[in-house]
């Protein structure tokens, strides 16, 4: 995540796949990869990852993460 932060997105994908790998049901991993793929100009992976997220917050209960990335898609989408 430190990779995102600092706005080393390609680093940070390496990252977050590596994240999934050992674990593929963490949602952060997915959003913060789509957020760094559509920094990158990826519209098409970052929309399959943050809807990744959104199902994976919606499957573990959280609400209020599940509907940011709901909203995040939503102006991605426009």
């Known amino acids: 995540f ?3 932060r600092q706005g080393n997105h390609k680093l ?3 990252d ?3 994240a999934l ?3 593929p049901n963490l ?3 997915y959003g913060s ?5 559509y920094a990158l100009g ?5 929309i399959n990852d943050l809807e990744q997220a959104a199902s994976l917050f919606q499957q573990q209960g959280d609400t209020l993460r599940y509907k940011q990335t709901q ?3 939503q102006q991605i989408q426009m």
């Not at 990869?33 to 793929?37: D, F």
């Not at 990826?42 to 970052?46: G, I, S, V, W």
Request: proline share 0%; aromatic share 8%.
């Open 2 to 4: 430190l990779n995102y």
């Open 16 to 18: 977050f796949n590596q």
């Open 12 to 14: 940070a994908i390496a």
């Open 42 to 46: 990826d519209r098409k992976n970052a």
């Open 27 to 29: 949602a952060d991993a």
């Open 71 to 73: 909203a995040l898609l």
């Open 21 to 23: 790998q050992i674990n």
């Open 33 to 37: 990869r789509g957020l760094a793929e």
